[in-house]
């Protein structure tokens, strides 16, 4: 397909397209489906689909005109991004829809947006603080009480023999004693406080290597994830025959509320996305064969009922790969941030 057009870049990440569809074109497609939209015309003295196209109304001439440029415009688009080799990020953004004049060429005006170019910055400025956290007796008391509210035991006083009750409902054979329970609930909690801290660290390390690494998601790309989010949510209720009105009461929550927590983690997500690809890039992180197989293998273990037929699909087969870089790249971040000593000790 010809397609005449030119480019202006505005900055590093936006694009415009000034593109023109030619009137030949232009008229050849609409004849095309003015002829079909008249098939389904019935007009009092003329056989169905035999409706002259000068007896159809201007109204649906113009309706049809706006169609056609529907369906041609997305093709002009598409040539003119694949010839300047362009990958967008978000769908292209129609500056404004233009008059349809008869005979006339139809110029038009696309905004491209791509993900700008970045580099890893200074991981060595990227410090957190480890604390060290100890689990306090009240701690336990409070896990006790909360225990001795839940748990249907024959002993009704806190004391050994709860104690041991309690542990075979908990199926921990070890615990034969008041004693033996609260040292398994002190490791509990201090297992849940390391976790916790764990997760909260390696949180705050990505977001300020993001910082650091001066990653900044054009707006267009926000928008089209929390978008996208929005039409997963409501065909997943939809799905669930569940009213979106009452879901959002339900939750004391409303669809602006809803739609700002989007935005706010589509922004992470991308975020977290392109400095962990640009990580994996930077640092020469690659997946074997053999881990590719492996995460694969562990994939059909957890989805025993899954269609069989995708695990030989190269399109899912690359789609894993790319998660599993990225998850590999994480986790050699975090070494890289926190230390693999302190890894090993919390793991």
Known sequence: ???????????????????????????????????????????????????????????????????????????YINTAISK???????PPQYKEIPKILDGLDIPFTVTVTTMPKFSLGDLK??????GTLTVEEKE?????????????????EV????????????????????????????????????????????????????????????????????QEREKAFNDDMKSRSVSIDDFLKANDITIEKMRELWLMDSKQAIEADVFLTLYADTKGVTVTNEELEEKIESI???QPNADKSVFGNPQWREYIMKVERKEKAFRLFIEEV???????SHN
């Open 125 to 130: 400025k990227v410090k957190v603080k480890k």
């Open 159 to 226: 004391g050994d023999q709860w104690a041991k009750e309690v542990g075979d409902l908990l199926k921990a054979p070890e615990v034969n004693n008041l004693q033996d329970l609260r040292v398994k609930i002190k490791n509990a909690l201090q297992i849940q406080k390391d976790h916790y801290q764990m997760h909260k660290l390696q949180e705050e390390a990505l977001k300020l290597a993001i910082t650091e690494s001066k990653i900044e998601i054009p707006q267009p790309a926000i928008d089209f994830e929390a």
């Open 84 to 90: 300047e080799k362009l990958e967008p990020i978000a």
């Open 338 to 344: 926190l230390g693999k000593e302190y890894l090993d």
């Open 140 to 156: 336990i008391d409070g896990a006790i009480e909360e225990l001795k509210q839940s748990q249907k035991t024959k002993s009704k």
């Open 1 to 75: 397909m010809d397609t005449p057009y030119t480019r202006k870049d505005i900055n590093e990440h936006t694009i415009e397209l000034n593109i023109n569809i030619p009137a030949d074109s232009f008229k050849h497609s609409y004849d095309l489906m003015l002829r079909d939209y008249s098939k389904d015309l019935d007009i009092k003295g003329f056989r169905k689909g035999k409706v002259p196209s000068n007896l159809i109304s201007n109204q649906v001439k113009e309706v049809v005109k706006f169609e056609t440029f529907e369906r041609l415009a997305p093709m």
């Open 300 to 302: 059909k273990k957890s």
